[in-house]
């Protein structure tokens, strides 16, 4: 999976939207207004970071020797993947759709009001 392809994949989520918060070269997918993903734009590898629960994170990161803790987060349940040939882009997008779905999970009555409604 290459960069657009992650960023397409992403858009086609309910309710999400792309933005550069912190500087240019971190772009940030958020549905509503709860971040699920993000990726470095300028480096050099590139790189996914996505929520993930407990139990996955760790799951994943003893199958995998290209996913680790996404420490940067500075959130525990967080891995950053690099999308590689090691990895099947079938996975990729699962770990999105979790993500995506563990936040949408984690709101409010009204924000789901709100998702529901676009």
Same mark, same amino acid.
Request: with cysteine; aromatic share 10%; hydrophobic share 40%.
């Given at each position: 999976?290459?960069?657009?392809?992650?960023?397409?994949?992403?858009?086609?989520?309910?309710?999400?939207?792309?933005?550069?918060?912190?500087?240019?070269?971190?772009?940030?997918?958020?549905?509503?207004?709860?971040?699920?993903?993000?990726?470095?734009?300028?480096?050099?590898?590139?790189?996914?970071?996505?929520?993930?629960?407990?139990?996955?994170?760790?799951?994943?990161?003893?199958?995998?020797?290209?996913?680790?803790?996404?420490?940067?987060?500075? /959130?525990?349940?967080?891995?950053?993947?690099?999308?590689?040939?090691?990895?099947?882009?079938?996975?990729?997008?699962?770990?999105?759709?979790?993500?995506?779905?563990?936040?949408?999970?984690?709101?409010?009555? /009204?924000?789901?009001?709100?998702?529901?409604?676009?």
């Amino acid at each position: 999976m290459h960069i657009e392809q992650f960023r397409e994949y992403c858009l086609t989520k309910k309710g999400v939207t792309e933005s550069f918060p912190f500087d240019e070269n971190v772009l940030v997918f958020k549905v509503l207004h709860k971040m699920f993903a993000l990726t470095s734009v300028s480096a050099v590898e590139f790189k996914i970071s996505l929520k993930c629960n407990p139990e996955r994170a760790l799951e994943l990161r003893e199958s995998y020797e290209n996913i680790t803790p996404a420490f940067h987060m500075n /959130k525990k349940h967080w891995n950053t993947i690099i999308p590689d040939s090691r990895i099947a882009q079938s996975l990729v997008r699962e770990l999105i759709d979790h993500s995506y779905e563990l936040v949408v999970a984690k709101m409010t009555k /009204k924000d789901k009001e709100i998702l529901n409604n676009i």
